[in-house]
Structure formats: C-alpha cells, structure tokens
C-alpha cells in the first residue's frame, strides 16, 4: 500500500510522464494502487496520486472488473453530458458535482503490455476521465465554475485544520 498523495504536492498538477517499459516494476505500481485504493475505498487512482509521476490509472467499479490503464488515450466523447457528485482521494472530504461526457472511448495497455479498446459509459466512464485528468494534471475542481472552485478549496482548506 503507499500513501495517497493531497491536494497542493505539485505532482498533481503536472503531466504524467509516459510508461516506457513493462514488467514487475509496473505490475507492483498497480497492485499497490489497488491495494491503496481499496483501503481508501476509491474507485479509481492515477499514479500522480501515489506520488509516481506516469501515465497509469486503475479502476475497480463494483459491478466491473478491475481494470489498469496504462499510457491511455481518450479517442472519443459522446457530446451528451451528465453531471454527478464525484470525490477525490486527494481532496478526502471534498464532493462537488462535476460535469462529464456520459460516454468515453479508450485506447491503453494493461499492466502486462496487452493493448485494448475500451467503449464506457455512465460510472466507468466518469472515473476514466476523472482518473485520466490526473495523468494531465488536470483535477475535478478545475472541471467547477471559478466560484464553486473557490467555495471547494476554502471548505477544503476547513477540513484539512479539523
């Protein structure tokens, strides 16, 4: 298990560095984001947010497979879109109802170097994106109006002291 990094560690805000090789470093990488992402009860966790600065996300949706994204590219988002609370284990406390395609197409590797085509909807697909702003350094309050935004880090900010 590692620890979840929080929000204001510049690791989160900056763009993942791709995955330029396969093998038993990457699949413990994976197997300790479940592990953490698990105890945290997530349901998805990008590398950034364990500290490790590469482009790889996995996700665990009760219903769906465990799954790891590795060197992901979003290839399509349907234009209808759904708004949802989401929360981030880098913002622990911190919901906000963010907007999203309903629908996502993407392209990746597994942990072993398989490469897959997945098309998601609903859930899986509102984590996938999530979870792939992570790797951009992108974060679920920049998807927030600027008020909203400044309402979420100063309730955040409360949290945090408490």
């Known amino acids: 298990m590692r620890d ?5 560690d510049a690791v989160l805000e900056a763009k993942a560095e791709p995955v330029a090789q396969f093998g038993p470093e990457l699949e413990l990488l994976c197997s300790d984001m479940f592990e953490t992402m698990k105890h945290d009860r997530g349901i998805g966790l990008a590398a950034p947010q364990v500290g490790v600065s590469s482009r790889v996300f996995v996700t665990d949706i009760e ?37 999203r395609p309903a629908a ?50 100063k309730h955040y900010a409360r949290l945090i002291r408490m």
């Not at 979840?4 to 204001?8: D, H, L, R, T």
């Open 4 to 8: 979840v990094v929080i929000y204001g």
């Open 63 to 99: 219903g769906d497979c465990k799954r790891v994204f590795v060197n992901p590219e979003i290839i399509m988002t349907s234009p209808e879109q759904t708004e949802y609370e989401e929360g981030c284990l880098s913002f622990p406390g911190l919901y906000f109802n963010v907007t």
């Open 104 to 153: 996502v197409k993407v392209q990746a590797f597994d942990e072993k170097g398989k490469a897959f085509t997945l098309e998601a909807n609903d859930l899986l697909a509102r984590v996938i994106l999530h979870e792939n702003d992570h790797l951009d350094g992108k974060l679920f309050i920049d998807r927030i109006s600027p008020f909203k935004r400044e309402r979420a880090l």
